[in-house]
């Protein structure tokens, strides 16, 4: 990682070699297997499959998952998610609540996480198939633990509220990258209306939490600016790790970030007073999830 700011890398000179330390472990333990019948048995979709995660093999391995509502595709096409886009994507299924509740329980969740696509087709971007999808978990599964990694519903705090009246134990909005890069990373969304739909949940009482990405072309001043910003709207977990590009469509990686940034850049963050910092390579916004709850 650069130390001072720089303009950003030419996008398509040089493919960076991934190092030997970056290496991913497959699952292949009964639990996989179980994990992996349970979510297609009922038609579900996860992140952790659409967004090709790292820890796929290690979290199914455990019984754990990141479902995704709201369908398969995203009406967004930021660049460096494998999620599938489109202008039309199918409507809503009514019964995926349920499927998701039930899927939550037969895999004996003691905490699960829900994120979604975004769904700028609708006139409520989905914010109310997200109310009723912590609703049919909590009915379903009291005991669970609810962590929701949720859109910006288009910078409208009202629809930020609806989610906010169902109490999940976690809200998290991912800022996903530093100010400089955000209008070449993502789609439609903004630094600004990010940092504001994360100090809506923090005024809340939840806590908030968001993530981010490293191998960008970011400097680590700008990675210290973003936590600054953070914080002061209020965010107390945040997660980063390593930005993998999931096919030659999406951006190139500049940079593979090495474990010892990482731990450094944790321990600025703790400096700085977030609570709890999930910092590594293959580090994403649902790994080890369960710990930010019990912080």
């Known amino acids: 990682m650069q130390q001072e700011t720089a303009a950003p890398k030419a996008r398509n ?8 330390w970056l290496k991913i472990r497959l699952g292949d333990n009964a639990t996989f297997t179980d994990t992996k019948q349970t979510i297609e048995g009922h038609g579900l979709n996860t992140i952790c499959h659409s ?10 391995s455990a019984g754990t998952a ?7 595709v995203c009406t967004r096409a930021c660049r460096f998610c494998n999620t599938l886009s489109g202008k039309n994507p199918a409507a809503l299924d009514p019964l995926e609540p349920l499927k998701v509740a039930q899927s939550i329980k037969k895999m004996e969740l003691r905490h699960a996480v ?19 999808t912590i609703e049919a978990i909590k009915r379903t599964t009291p005991e669970v633990t609810i962590e929701v990694l949720i859109p910006d519903f288009n910078g409208h705090l009202d629809l930020v509220d609806k989610i906010i009246a169902c109490q999940p134990k976690i ?3 991912n800022l996903e990258t530093i100010r400089r890069l955000t209008p070449e990373v993502r789609h439609v969304a903004t630094y600004e209306t990010s940092l504001s739909v994360l100090e809506r949940i923090a005024a809340s009482g939840i806590p908030a939490k968001t993530g ?15 936590m600054d910003d953070a914080r002061a709207r209020g965010v107390s977990i945040m997660t980063i790790g390593q930005y993998l590009q999931p096919t030659r469509r999406h951006l190139p990686v500049v940079e593979y970030i090495h474990p010892k940034q990482f731990a450094r850049l944790r321990t600025l963050g703790l400096e700085k007073g977030l609570r709890h910092i999930e910092s590594g390579p293959l580090v994403r916004s649902s790994y080890h999830a369960e710990r930010h709850v019990l912080d």
Not at 114 to 132: C, F, M, N
């Open 51 to 60: 967004g090709r995660c790292p820890n796929q093999g290690e979290c199914w």
């Open 212 to 226: 981010i990405m490293l191998g960008l072309g970011e400097t680590e001043d700008e990675v210290l600016e973003l």
């Open 114 to 132: 829900i994120t979604s696509v975004d769904r700028d087709d609708l006139p409520d971007y989905g914010a109310q198939h997200w109310v009723e």
């Open 171 to 173: 809200i998290s909005h």
């Open 66 to 72: 990141t479902f995704m509502i709201g369908g398969a």
């Open 13 to 20: 000179v040089v493919r960076v070699r991934k190092p030997e």
